[in-house]
């Protein structure tokens, strides 16, 4: 397992076969596994892994403000 990405925010963009699964919804990653897909808990309550190559999605990272 990786952790690189534990804990990010996860935006869909479009996930195939699965339309429960809208554009846009977010969702938090738990953890990546050794075939690198990538496994969210969704906002809508549905749990799924991302597939890399396959689904569309975009890791969202916090930007810092400077003063």
Do not use: C, S
């Amino acid at each position: 397992m990786k952790d690189r990405h534990k804990g990010k925010r996860v935006q869909l963009i479009n996930m195939i076969d699965e339309p429960q699964m809208e554009k846009g919804l977010l969702g938090t990653i738990q953890f990546e596994d050794d075939i690198d897909q990538i496994h969210v808990v969704w906002d809508n309550g549905t749990i799924l892994a991302l597939i890399a190559d396959v689904d569309e999605y975009i890791i969202l990272t916090e930007k810092k403000l400077e003063k």
